[in-house]
């Protein structure tokens, strides 16, 4: 089945260490997005790429990182520099964002920092 | 920058109740989305809606898009204990971003 995995579903870690989110596709989709959500908040886009090798920051991408290497994988760096970590992060795919199509959302990896 | 507004934060409803969210945003939309999202699982997209007035229906699910494309409502009649969850829409502007509203989050007592 096509889908997106994401890993691990639960993360802690100590703070001042940065920690590593991973995303995986095989929906074929060019577009792939991060968003943190928190209780009440709804999802806030971290950030998006539309392409292999190009990435955007999106409303709330201080303290984060990204790459895109490949197609189907677009991994999530949280560095120390993020002052409030602890969340709920979604990655999402879609077919491609210059026409809005549905997203596909993860599971989800849930960090904690203490 | 877009703003996109959902009312009400929290719904409590009694089984075969209906429910309705609305969705509104401070510009002109595109497209707007819905999303469910289960409790402790991650949102799942529901449905589109593009033109103007537009209403689609899916199952006991109604979607509409507001004549000025600036709102957006979802309505569920007679509700079911499997409708639990928070309902996001998500709507975009003319830089095709798209936007997410804060949800709607829907308890349904047996």
């Known amino acids: 089945d096509g889908g997106i995995t994401q890993s691990p579903k639960y993360l802690f870690r100590k703070e001042g260490q940065n920690v590593t989110l991973s995303c995986e596709q095989n929906l074929n989709h060019d577009a792939m997005y991060w968003y943190r959500q928190d209780p009440g908040q709804g999802l806030r886009l971290i950030y998006y790429s539309q392409i292999v090798n190009d990435f955007q920051k999106g409303d709330i991408a201080e303290g984060y990182s990204v790459s895109r290497e490949k197609k189907e994988s677009f991994p999530l760096t949280v560095t120390s520099a993020q002052k409030n970590p602890t969340a709920f992060y979604l990655c999402?795919?879609?077919?491609?964002?210059?026409?809005?199509?549905?997203?596909?959302f993860g599971s989800g990896t849930r960090l904690t920092v203490v | 920058g877009q703003q996109v507004m959902q009312i009400p934060q929290y719904q409590h409803v009694q089984e075969g109740e209906d429910f309705t969210t609305y969705c509104n945003s401070s510009?002109?939309?595109?497209?707007i989305q819905w999303y469910k999202q289960r409790p402790g699982g991650h949102p799942v997209f529901l449905i589109q809606?593009?033109?103007?007035?537009e209403v689609k229906k899916q199952k006991r699910l109604t979607f509409q898009f507001g004549e000025a494309k600036k709102n957006s409502s979802l309505h569920i009649t007679a509700t079911q204990t499997t409708d639990v969850g928070t309902y996001f829409c998500?709507?975009?502007?003319?830089?095709?971003?798209?936007?997410f509203g804060k949800g709607t989050l829907l308890t349904v007592n047996p």
């Open positions: 510009t002109t939309l595109s497209n």
């Open positions: 998500a709507g975009s502007g003319s830089n095709y971003k798209l936007t």
């Open positions: 999402a795919s879609s077919i491609a964002s210059h026409y809005n199509y549905g997203y596909t």
């Open positions: 809606l593009v033109k103007s007035g």
